[in-house]
């Protein structure tokens, strides 16, 4: 059994290095084609079921979870693909909920391999990390087989590699600035590229029972103006229909929640009240809404129909978790663990930490990856945290401690930050600076680890030890 184990973790090892070898994330070479040479080899998986797509720039991961969780619900077999993980390659593909299993993306990997160099051999650009682990979320849904995939976008909307599939209902997250070298630089130009996931008209062939009439539904959060204006626009063109947050769809009211909050939620096809979530802030209410709207879209379900079975969706909503965004991972001190990384996330962080805990006194613990908006960022958190400790994660795009923290200083004060460059060191001076700190039976002291996906996923591996 050991020599097993043991076998399988080498198995497991030989693939991510393999994946780890190719482009990663951060370095892009805007293009469907690679990924579509890939998937017309494979016999085209991303057709052999129906798709949700997300995209936006904060809140896709959580949003996808609560899709899962409603579909699932409802009886229905998901696979859900997302991006960054957290610990591990295999949370970006699950099944049934869980995500697969060492032995299965293993399978998966080698599967597609000798098709990916079939891809490489005929481009000028080998494919990426990215597109290679989209092909083998496609390859494990189709092969599953699901009944509706779950899938959240990279980057942007029309070039991105899951974009090879046609979206039954696309869904996109408020809009911000992010990733600008790449999507624009603004809000409306962001817009129109991750609009691209609207389409006209999904194949007949993964259009699901009790759909009206088989178009596409684009399920839009609240936007800037610019960012709105962009995306109704494409729908207009590709003739989806369009459900606006606040108009079709809305947050009716939430209250402050022992562990989350208890929402009313105003649906497409009706009202759910008392709905709980176990997730701070209103950025996590706006999810749910934006969620339920999307699985009520895809079950056909409208104003026609009445709601969908309130039970049903409470007992989904009850059980969503959602890692690395303001989880407590440690008590005593309090240590929350969120992957905010652009100033509109830490924003919704920042407001979601001064409502729904009683903290006398926070110290931040931070590490960024190199350009993003950092001075923005530690701007949000300057009036929050007491004590700000500097650090850098392991990406070969993390930010330099000592460059870190001269940006901090300028924000926060000489006074009010230190430099740890290992994040181990930086989370035990952190939490001794909490415990330092004056006790108050009201509230007491907090750590708040953020900056980064990547930040916040080896935050928790180093404090709780477990997985997403």
Not at 348 to 360: K, Q
Not at 384 to 391: D, G, I, Q
Not at 418 to 432: C, I, K, Q, Y
Not at 457 to 466: F, M, N
Request: proline share 6%; net charge negative; glycine share 10%.
């Amino acid at each position: 059994m050991a020599h097993g184990q043991t076998s399988g973790g080498r198995e497991l090892a030989r693939v991510e290095q393999a994946l780890l070898a190719r482009w990663p994330e951060s370095r892009l070479e805007p293009s469907l084609t690679r990924i579509s040479a890939l998937v017309d080899l494979l016999g085209s998986p991303q057709r052999a079921m129906p798709v949700i797509q997300v995209t936006g720039t904060n809140g896709k991961t959580t949003t996808a979870r609560m899709i899962d969780e409603l579909l699932r619900g409802f009886g229905l077999r998901v696979g859900r693909f997302t991006s960054p993980h957290l610990t591990t390659m295999r949370e970006r593909i699950v099944l049934d909920g869980k995500p697969i299993s060492a032995a299965r993306f293993v399978e998966v990997f080698d599967d597609i391999a000798p098709y990916v160099q079939l891809v490489d051999a005929g481009s000028d650009v080998p494919m990426s990390f990215f597109e290679v682990v989209v092909g083998m979320a496609y390859a494990a849904f189709a092969e599953a087989p699901v009944d509706v995939a779950v899938i959240e976008v990279g980057m942007g909307g029309t070039w991105d590699a899951t974009n090879v599939a046609d979206a039954r209902v696309a869904v996109v997250t408020p809009v911000a600035l992010d990733h600008a070298e790449y999507l624009g630089p603004d809000v409306a130009t962001i817009a129109t590229e991750k609009a691209g996931i609207i389409k006209a008209g999904a194949p007949d062939d993964v259009v699901p029972d009790g759909s009206p009439d088989g178009g596409v539904v684009a399920v839009l959060a609240h936007q800037p103006a610019g960012a709105l204006e962009a995306l109704v626009r494409r729908a207009i063109e590709v003739d989806a229909t369009v459900a606006r947050e606040g108009t079709e769809f809305a947050v009716l009211e939430r209250r402050v929640a022992v562990g989350g909050q208890q929402l009313r939620l105003q649906g497409l096809a009706g009202e759910y009240p008392e709905v709980y979530l176990p997730l701070f802030g209103a950025h996590q209410a706006q999810n749910a809404a934006v969620a339920l709207a999307a699985v009520e879209a895809f079950l056909g379900a409208g104003a026609a129909t009445g709601p969908i079975d309130p039970d049903v969706v409470r007992s989904a909503f009850g059980a969503v978790r959602s890692p690395g965004r303001l989880e407590r991972v440690r008590s005593s001190p309090a240590v929350l663990v969120d992957a905010a990384h652009n100033p509109a996330g830490m924003a919704a962080t920042v407001a979601a930490v001064r409502e729904s805990f009683d903290f006398t006194r926070l110290v931040g613990v931070v590490g960024c990856v190199v350009g993003k908006d950092v001075t923005g960022m530690l701007s949000e958190l300057e009036e929050l945290c007491a004590e700000l400790v500097v650090t850098q994660n392991s990406s070969p795009r993390a930010m330099p401690a000592d460059e870190l923290g001269a940006l901090a200083v300028d924000v926060f004060g000489a006074d009010r930050v230190s430099v740890h460059p290992r994040l181990f060191d930086a989370l035990e001076s952190a939490m001794e600076l909490a415990e330092a700190g004056p006790d108050d039976a009201l509230g007491g002291s907090g750590v708040l680890v953020t900056g980064s996906v990547i930040t916040a996923g080896e935050a928790r591996t180093l404090l709780s030890g477990g997985s997403a």
